[in-house]
């Protein structure tokens, strides 16, 4: 779907609460502290802007941040986990402005961390970045995944299959998906106006993965560590815009 740029000035805004979320959820991401704790200062930021969660009830999910530690690559729910020195974890947030969402998640060290880990995570961000560069009028969806998975493989990692990006807009999770892997040049042609989430996870082991017994969070099959980096991003005249920033 094509979104009007008064559309498209909306999810700005709810990208922008989500940018805090970020920013807040970051400071406040030290050993000792737990991941509930974060989605609590994650709601501050949605309650002081005005903004809905999207993240809250989606399926029964009971916070409005996903936390995901280590070998946990997505939709890890906060609870009484303990950040500790070296752990890594994603932090994914949503926030819905006038009935438009945005969607982003990224993933830090805690303490001091094992430079391999801290590759994973720049890594990810990198594959993240080649993938929106694709995001240009005329280009085809799955040059977005191509490239994704090109760094990610060339760094010497994996690419998760599962779980994929996704259109968004008046809902967070709107077709089509947005895979992060797949051969350039397929699916349809990219459009101005259209709004993706473009979200790689990277395994340092193989693509693997599993899901717990609380039915949400997902492991890699292996244990390998996981990083996970996401923005809300539009097609404009002028290229890419990050819209969760
Ligand atoms: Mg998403
Ligand atoms: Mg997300």
């Given at each position: 779907m094509r979104r009007s740029p008064e559309e498209i000035a909306k999810m700005r805004r709810a990208g922008r609460v989500v940018a805090e979320m970020h920013e807040r959820t970051r400071e406040a991401?030290?050993?000792?502290?737990?991941t509930l704790q974060l989605d609590k200062v994650a709601r501050e930021v949605l309650e002081r802007r005005g903004a809905r969660s999207?993240?809250?009830?989606?399926?029964?999910?009971?916070?409005?941040i996903c936390t995901s530690p280590n070998d946990m690559i997505v939709h890890g729910i906060p609870g009484d986990y303990r950040l500790k020195d070296g752990d890594i974890i994603s932090i994914d947030c949503g926030a819905i402005v006038e009935g438009y969402h945005a969607d982003a998640a990224f993933t830090m060290g805690i303490g001091e961390v094992d430079p391999e880990a801290l590759r994973l995570i720049a890594v990810t961000e990198d594959s993240l970045a080649e993938g929106i560069e694709?995001?240009?009028?005329?280009?085809?969806?799955s040059d977005i995944g191509h490239a994704v998975q090109s760094v990610a493989e060339a760094a010497g990692f994996s690419v998760v299959r599962e779980y994929v990006g996704h259109a968004i807009g008046t809902a967070m999770h709107e077709e089509p998906q947005v895979p992060n892997y797949g051969p350039p040049g397929k699916g349809p042609k990219l459009r101005v106006g259209m709004v993706f989430a473009v979200e790689p996870m990277v395994n340092m082991g193989g693509v693997g993965t599993r899901v717990l017994d609380d039915g949400w969070s997902v492991v890699t099959a292996d244990g390998s560590l996981s990083s996970h980096a996401e923005h809300t991003i539009a097609i404009t005249d002028d290229g890419p815009e990050v819209l969760t920033v």
């Open positions: 991401a030290r050993p000792g502290v737990t999207n993240f809250l009830n989606y399926h029964g999910f009971p916070a409005v694709q995001m240009v009028d005329g280009n085809r969806l």
